[in-house]
């Protein structure tokens, strides 16, 4: 069988409208700005993924580099590893945090997605697990009380299990006071996490964490700046669960956090880490350090990942690409249910892209 080899790459911007802006202690994300990619493959069969650029204003610039780095590998065979491999080596020099890495992860999720295509099976298939349902939270922001109240509802009334909303406000007594409308809402049986998107000083976080020791909430994400591993270090021992991970640009930085006993939870982006090669390095480090890993967005490749996460905590539902998707991931009863189907289901509707091209 002659070997599937890239033949070119599509990449298009689209600045997606959200039902609900991602409001943050630190600032509000509202509207989703992603590169969409299609890799195309001399068997006629096209990889798909996209990369979430938080920010309109890095939206040209993270599709210049898609295509510039896509352009690179033209002719090459789909083999995602080998492709790290090749990048790994042409960057070396220029270091692969921030942009570049996220243009590259962008590239090896959509090789991963033309190899499962290839063999007609998902993704998770692929990567020898099974396809089920995974237990996913529902994502919400800084919603306030009101908003938040009713989202909360929402989501419980839909069977997901948890919740997290994200918190920071003024006073503490603002983020108490949302804590304890959100659990008179959902219940004792839904758990609570909470989010300060790096918007407290350590000082603060050890006043604001002694004091949600008694609201039976699930983890503390992000407290500090995630840099800052020996502040979160300090805050572990305050009697809640440490949630980090969103913002590792590799597995290395992983490594180095969960040696400076950072955290007590693991959150990977798929993007961010690496791609679908940079989760699965990611998922073994949290194997031999015994630390529960969850999902950060990328719900549509996170639901073929999680099988195959032997510590496999919670998928994150935060739906930043639906609007564009042919055939938006499924919820039910607060599992994220994958596609069966190959690869890893992500197909565009064209009109909404064109929609909301940018």
Sequence with gaps: ??????????????????????????????????????????????????????????????????????????????????????????????????????????????????????????????????????????????????????????????????????????????????????????????????DYNQGLTVPEAQRRIQALRDEAVAWVEEPTVQEDLAGHARLRGLGLPIQMGENWCSPMEMQRAIEAGACDLAMPDTMKIGGVTGWLRAAALAQVSGVPMSSHIFQEVSVHLLPVTPTAHWLERMDLAGPVLAQPLKFVDGNAVPADEPGTGIMWNEDAVSRWAA
């Excluded at 780095?69 to 033209?74: Q, T």
């Excluded at 962008?106 to 033309?114: I, R």
Aim: some cysteine; hydrophobic content about 50%.
């Design 1 to 194: 069988m002659d070997s599937l080899k890239i033949t070119g790459l599509t990449a298009r911007a689209v600045n997606v409208p959200l039902q609900f802006p991602v409001r943050t202690s630190v600032g509000v994300v509202a509207t989703s700005p992603l590169v969409l990619i299609d890799l195309h493959t001399n068997a006629g069969l096209t990889g798909r993924s996209y990369v979430f650029t938080y920010t309109p204003l890095a939206l040209q610039a993270t599709k210049v580099l898609v295509e510039s780095f896509g352009s690179a590998i033209v002719g090459q065979p789909v083999a995602p590893l080998d492709i790290d491999h090749w990048f790994a080596g042409r960057l070396r020099l220029l270091g692969r945090p921030g942009l570049a890495n996220m243009a590259c992860a962008g590239l090896d999720m959509a090789l991963w997605d033309a190899l499962a295509l290839h063999r007609g099976v998902p993704l998770v298939t692929l990567l020898g697990g099974t396809a089920r349902p995974v237990a996913a939270y529902d994502s919400h922001s800084m919603d306030g009380i009101e908003l938040g109240v009713s989202r909360a509802a929402a989501a419980a009334q839909a069977g997901f299990r948890a919740i997290k909303t994200k918190i920071g406000y003024a006073t503490l007594k603002e983020d108490l006071d949302v804590l304890h409308a959100l659990r008179e809402s959902v219940g004792p049986d839904v758990q609570i996490m909470v």
